[in-house]
């Protein structure tokens, strides 16, 4: 006799189903279980942190040369160009405006894929071998953050133009030799466009998944070591790297927040 097999998911039954799931990651049924299993995995969580756990340590190290990596990338690329925006008038300028601000909601997965393409053996960039490596995962964040620092600047650098152009000119600056002016003048605003850019490359998962691989030692960072972990069942280590994800997400908004205060001062 062979046993059938249902012909979709419909069939079946939902709490088979939820009991596979609860068994595969050893979940307690009652809710005081639950809540001693959620202490232990915090109290392991933090024994990880204070231990100086050399697997946390590594990931957490590569997830900061990574991001870092990449907003210095993407800075040299998007503050020029955002300045170049504010400051400039020429055809199609609208267009390549109205463009960045799409950009900046570009999915970071759309984004992973592009340069899977450009860096696979077939593709043009295949041939520097970049794929699966830190690399790969610094030139996939730098793609996807290099639009937001540019159509931040932009808009923030537009505000100094229009309200120093006439004084700029008075001394013989154009467009183009302001620029440096008002890169300088924004410091503390740009700052903090730098800020937003490093955390949303820290946040990101979709795109070093894609690209880097995941691969343990080598190009596993915080978020895909956090999305593996919780599949895996290992919540010690997930939570472990979700508290030092979530510290440097409320460091970075403190540090905006310092930025924004000390730019209003000295404007001020």
Known sequence: MHRQIPANHDDVPAQSVIDRLWRRHQLPRNRECALNDLSAAFAAAAGLLAGGDPAVLGIIGLSLRVSLSAVVIAALVGLPLGALLAVARFPGRGALIVTLNALMGLPPVVCGLLVYLLLSRSGPLGSLGLLFTPGAMIAAQAVLIAPILAALTRQVLESYWEEYAE????????PWRAIPTLLWDGRFALLTVLLAGFGRASAEVGAVMIVGGNI?????????????????GDLPLALALGMVLMAIVLGVNA????????????AG
């Open 216 to 232: 343990e030692g080598f190009t596993r960072v915080m978020t895909t070591a956090i999305a593996l972990e919780t599949s895996k």
């Open 255 to 266: 540090a905006a927040q310092t930025l924004r205060g000390a730019a209003t001062r000295w």
């Open 167 to 174: 004084q700029l000119r008075s001394f013989g600056a154009g």
